[in-house]
């Protein structure tokens, strides 16, 4: 799996600098730091595959269902990525979805990125949106589509988006909420 997503993230990685070669602001593009890839399975077998081969590389692992699907996140222990990436999202696909597999985006952490509309709407050529989720209020993200793969612009990474679930999650429990 690792050889997998390093080979497949060589070639996201050659099309993002492309995308950042021709942009107005490189500044801004250059500093967005990769820092995780999310790789999307056909099924549930093939997703239970992948998250067991990535299991004994990893130090931490998290596990949501998030529209009708379970996603996995994985910290690996002593590797990094092509790119220095740390963190290996599994996703299932939405349930009906006939989106293509394999790598399906990577995450740009940024703390720029608060003011990265501005940023993109003196990019005309760039096709991107606002996105984001009904799981932690507030969380969203700014998603950058390019030769057929996806670029998500994050204020926080997936870690501090886990972070997030379990505390709200605790305070449920609580009745804190």
């Known amino acids: 799996m690792i050889d997998e997503l ?77 790119g220095d990436i740390e963190i290996v999202k599994i996703m299932q696909r939405r349930p009906g979805s006939s989106d293509a597999v394999g790598i399906d985006h990577v995450d740009f952490y940024s703390t720029e990125v608060a003011g990265a509309e501005r940023i993109l709407q003196d990019e005309p050529d760039l096709k991107w949106t606002n996105e984001s989720n009904d799981v932690i209020a507030g969380y969203g993200w700014i998603s950058i589509w390019f030769d057929n793969t996806e670029a998500k612009l994050k204020r926080d990474t997936v870690l501090d988006i886990v972070s997030a679930e379990l505390q709200q999650l605790s305070d449920k429990i609580k009745g804190e909420d």
């Open 6 to 82: 390093n080979e497949a993230l060589e070639q996201y990685h050659a099309k993002w600098h492309k995308l950042v070669s021709g942009r107005r602001n490189k500044t801004f593009f250059e500093g967005l730091m990769p820092t995780a890839v999310g790789w999307k399975t056909a099924d549930r077998a093939e997703y239970d595959r992948l998250c067991a081969e990535l299991h004994d590389q990893s130090d931490h692992i998290a596990e949501t269902w998030m529209n009708g699907r379970w996603i996995a996140k994985f910290h690996l222990r002593d590797v990094k990525l092509a």
